[in-house]
């Protein structure tokens, strides 16, 4: 008896013809300011800032099981750093895009010291209140508006671009960057030896504490970098809206509950679930965002829904059905069968 040799591989047919078809939609949508106009470019980078957001919080909870509801203290954060960059430091918009990020990593790592001392929903409403201290400092910091809030000056806004169309152009392409760049590190990293251990974290804490595994300093890693990586978000967002308010800024409905509505429906602990869940946020508030609170009951009643008939998400309930990774994660061993050999 012979046996077929076996092999261990990650890719499938299915996932290398999603992966090329992504290509080609990546490259359809970097053309976007030759063929679409100016609300539309708006619309999908609002959309790559939200799959960016999604992704990250969707790494901080889905993975690390840090269920923060305090993300908007690094989007606001992230926003209000970039203007007093740009306008208190004179810095130019585009280095302070660049520098967001390490500030927000410094902040965080306190931040994350103070709130690991907290477990479960102790944790959760510590992010909550980390955030309010966040939204209090920003409206009493007068020299960026204080309560009321700042306007970019039009001599920054120049700065980035010479021309309306070309700066618009700019801000689109920072947004479809920032989603490609943080979903694919969030993949990479998945794929990494840290990326395994963190998923034996999310499994089973204890049997990966015996395997020799630092949790804690798997989380704070995971803590700094998702908090680096959304204040840079919430830089490019706020680098599009051109003004800042603290209500604006640490807003929990617009940075955070929407944020956990898109990955709940599209599938919490999937790469994929983010970007599912985005694009039905989307769907919705554009189809339904005109009829006030209605708006809102159909979103409460699609996750209700969502979580009755897929728990796991929709992408959960795809890969469940028909095994489907557009980014694989799992492992496949093939060659299995037996041979009858002379």
Same mark, same amino acid.
């Given at each position: 008896?012979?046996?077929?040799?076996?092999?261990?591989?990650?890719?499938?047919?299915?996932?290398?013809?999603?992966?090329?078809? /992504?290509? +080609?939609?990546?490259?359809?949508? @970097?053309?976007?300011? !030759?063929?679409?106009?100016?609300?539309?470019? *708006? &619309?999908? %980078?609002?959309?790559?800032?939200?799959?960016?957001?999604?992704?990250?919080?969707?790494?901080?909870?889905?993975?690390?099981?840090?269920?923060?509801?305090?993300?908007?203290?690094?989007?606001?954060?992230?926003?209000?750093?970039?203007?007093?960059?740009?306008?208190?430091?004179?810095?130019?918009?585009?280095?302070? /895009?660049? +520098?967001?990020?390490?500030?927000? @990593?410094?902040?965080? !790592?306190?931040?994350?010291?103070?709130?690991? *001392? &907290?477990? %479960?929903?102790?944790?959760?409403?510590?992010?909550?209140?980390?955030?309010?201290?966040?939204?209090?400092?920003?409206?009493?910091?007068?020299?960026?508006?204080?309560?009321?809030?700042?306007?970019?000056?039009?001599?920054?806004?120049?700065?980035?671009?010479?021309?309306?169309?070309?700066?618009?152009?700019?801000?689109?392409? +920072?947004?479809?960057?920032?989603?490609?760049?943080?979903?694919?590190?969030?993949?990479?990293?998945?794929?990494?030896?840290? %990326?395994?251990?963190?998923?034996?974290?999310?499994?089973?804490?204890?049997?990966?504490?015996?395997?020799?595994?630092?949790?804690?300093?798997?989380?704070?890693?995971?803590?700094?970098?998702?908090?680096?990586?959304?204040?840079?978000?919430?830089?490019?967002?706020?680098?599009?809206?051109?003004?800042?308010?603290?209500?604006?800024?640490?807003?929990?409905?617009?940075?955070?509950?929407?944020?956990?509505?898109?990955?709940?429906?599209?599938?919490?602990?999937?790469?994929?679930?983010?970007?599912?869940?985005?694009?039905?946020?989307?769907?919705?508030?554009?189809?339904?965002?005109?009829?006030?609170?209605?708006?809102?009951?159909?979103?409460?009643?699609?996750?209700?829904?969502?979580?009755?008939?897929?728990?796991?998400?929709?992408?959960?309930?795809?890969?469940?059905?028909?095994?489907?990774?557009?980014?694989?994660?799992?492992?496949?061993?093939?060659?299995?069968?037996?041979?009858?050999?002379?």
């Amino acid at each position: 008896m012979t046996h077929s040799p076996l092999h261990v591989s990650r890719m499938t047919r299915l996932s290398v013809i999603s992966m090329v078809v /992504l290509l +080609l939609v990546l490259v359809v949508l @970097a053309a976007a300011p !030759a063929w679409a106009g100016r609300a539309d470019m *708006r &619309l999908y %980078g609002e959309i790559f800032l939200y799959i960016a957001l999604a992704s990250l919080w969707n790494l901080l909870a889905g993975y690390a099981g840090l269920v923060s509801v305090g993300q908007q203290a690094y989007v606001g954060a992230g926003g209000y750093i970039f203007f007093a960059l740009t306008i208190l430091s004179g810095i130019n918009p585009l280095a302070a /895009l660049a +520098l967001s990020p390490l500030i927000g @990593a410094i902040i965080a !790592a306190p931040v994350a010291l103070l709130i690991f *001392r &907290l477990r %479960g929903a102790y944790f959760a409403i510590g992010t909550w209140v980390v955030a309010e201290v966040f939204r209090l400092q920003a409206a009493q910091t007068t020299a960026l508006g204080g309560g009321s809030g700042i306007s970019l000056p039009v001599i920054i806004v120049k700065s980035l671009a010479d021309g309306r169309a070309a700066r618009e152009a700019l801000t689109y392409w +920072l947004a479809l960057g920032i989603a490609v760049f943080v979903t694919g590190a969030v993949f990479f990293f998945l794929r990494s030896r840290r %990326g395994v251990a963190l998923m034996a974290i999310r499994d089973n804490e204890l049997a990966a504490r015996s395997l020799g595994i630092d949790i804690w300093r798997t989380k704070f890693l995971v803590y700094i970098v998702t908090g680096g990586l959304t204040t840079l978000v919430g830089a490019l967002i706020f680098l599009q809206k051109l003004r800042i308010s603290p209500d604006a800024a640490f807003s929990a409905n617009d940075w955070t509950a929407f944020v956990i509505f898109i990955v709940v429906i599209g599938g919490i602990g999937t790469v994929e679930g983010p970007i599912i869940g985005t694009l039905v946020y989307f769907a919705l508030r554009e189809t339904l965002a005109d009829l006030g609170t209605i708006y809102l009951v159909a979103l409460g009643a699609v996750a209700i829904i969502t979580m009755l008939k897929a728990p796991n998400g929709l992408w959960g309930l795809i890969r469940g059905r028909h095994g489907a990774e557009l980014f694989p994660l799992s492992r496949r061993v093939r060659g299995l069968d037996q041979k009858q050999g002379a």
